[in-house]
Structure formats: structure tokens, C-alpha cells
């Protein structure tokens, strides 16, 4: 009895010190609110968000990357262009083929059946001895010596491909010119009598504005029997931009261009020229280009 006593006071004492803390036993009442007082509103519950759709990140269209295979073809091309020392005595043209590969860290591919149309084997001596050279004049010289302008290369998705001009034929390539340096001197240099050479004859356009193609019958050459100009706008290409064409077409592989029945073509367009040509012709119209740039600068500097 005494137990049970000790444990109903303990009780009490710890319901005493927790209401005294402001706590509120199991089965307190609310208070009454003091007399006077405004009602206290009932507790609103917070209302449950509604249901969304799951956020859905835009899709940002990324730029296009760049193109693998002319980035190929460009890593190619600076390869080419390192300089090497040439010591062939007599070497088969596989083997020098294989040298230039370990010297350039290059892929070179040789169409067989393009060797053969020009009458050229892989193992025909090649004999080229220089200090210094180009890889890329290397390639030329050596391929020159063997088939003269028979055999050529291009270089596709970054490989060096040897063929024959005649298998090259469906393989051309178009590249554009920046050429408003040139032709911005060449209205200079006529003005004063100088520049490049005009056009020998004045052109007769045929109906519609163009310039007489060489390539449709009647009108296939120019007045005084010179070779017509690939279907020039008369009306939109400048003067400037016909001789340095002219120049171009008589000085590289005339024989390549479509005014003497060849498959390159040449095109003006917003101070480009726009040239459709051989892997070995646009390195010549590159290097005539370059030229004439040269030359210019030379002689602006004795001025």
C-alpha cells in the first residue's frame, strides 16, 4: 500500500512540474478564451500543391562540329608541306613512297590501276637528290619524273591517294580564291597603264549577258581567235577579275581548263574566284596567285 502510494505522489509531482512548464496534460480542455476577447480562428490546414508535370529541360541544339574529313585533309596538307632532305639514287617508287610515309607520319595509297594507265610501275628507279624540299614539291617532282603530267595525287579524309590524271578525272575539287587584293590592284594599275594584262579583245556578249562559252559551238572562241572564258557574266564581273581569269587559264595547264576541252572550270562571285580543278592545278593557281601578290608587294615597297 505504501508503494503504491509513493508511485501515485511521484506521479502527481511530475504532472505538477510539466503543466507548470506550460505543457498540457493528455486530457486538458483548450482555454476559454479572457471575456472580451475577439474568437481565435480554427488553425487552416496548408493547402496540397497540385500536381505538375515533371520539369523537362529544353533541348539546345548544338552547333554542328566541324568536318572531320576536310579537318583530315588539312592536317594532310600541313604534313605535305614539311621540309625534308631528298637522297634518291635510283630507288624504286614504292620504296620512296614508303620513305616519304615515315618521314611525313602520312598514309599514301597507290591505285595500281591507275599506274597502269599511265604506263608507270611501282618499281621504276626515281632519282631526286636535294637538300631542302617541300614534301609536297617532293611528291611532284618524283611523280613528274616518272609519268609526267599522267600522274598526279590528292589527298582524301587525310590519305595521300597516287593515281593517274585520267582516273582523277571525276575527282576535282572546288576551292574559292579571295582575290579582291588582286583585283583591287589591277583597277589601280590600269588606271595607270600598268596591272595585268587586259583582255586582248573586247568581248561580244551573247544574248542574256554572258560572255560566249567555249564549249557551246558557234561562239566557242573569242574575236581574234583567242580561247573563250568559262560562261562570264558580263554585266556583274569587273574587267580586273576577266584578265586575271585570262591569266590563270593561259599560264596553268591550259590544256586542263574547259576553253581548250579540258574539265576544269572558273567562276567569278563576290571578288572570289571560284575554280573547279586537279589537285596539282589548284596548287599551281595557288602558287600563281602567290606570285602576283609578291610581286605587288615588292613593288609597292620600292615605291
Known sequence: ?????????????????????????????????????????????????????????????????????????????????????AEYLQVPLAEVIAHLSEQLQLDFYIDQHGLEDAGVTTDQPVTVVLREVRGDMLLDLVL???????????VRDGIVMITSVKSMADASDVKAYPVADLLKLNRKGVEAGEGLPAAPDPFTPVPGGALPSPNRGPGRFAPGGNPGLVVIDAGTTPPAAIALIQVLERTVAPETWEALGGSGSISYYDEMLVIRQSARVHREVAEVLALLRSTAAQKAAKN
Open 1 to 85: 500500500m505504501r508503494v503504491f502510494m509513493a508511485v501515485f505522489v511521484a506521479g502527481l509531482l511530475v504532472a505538477t512540474d510539466i503543466t507548470a512548464e506550460g505543457a498540457q496534460p493528455l486530457n486538458a480542455q483548450p482555454e476559454a478564451p479572457a471575456a472580451g476577447a475577439p474568437p481565435t480562428a480554427p488553425a487552416t490546414p496548408l493547402p496540397t500543391p497540385p500536381a505538375t508535370a515533371p520539369v523537362v529541360a529544353p533541348v539546345v541544339a548544338q552547333p554542328a562540329a566541324a568536318d572531320e574529313t576536310e579537318v583530315n585533309n588539312q592536317k594532310t596538307r600541313d604534313k605535305l608541306a614539311t621540309r625534308m632532305r
Open 144 to 154: 613528274g619524273q616518272l609519268g609526267g603530267r599522267d600522274l598526279d595525287y590528292l
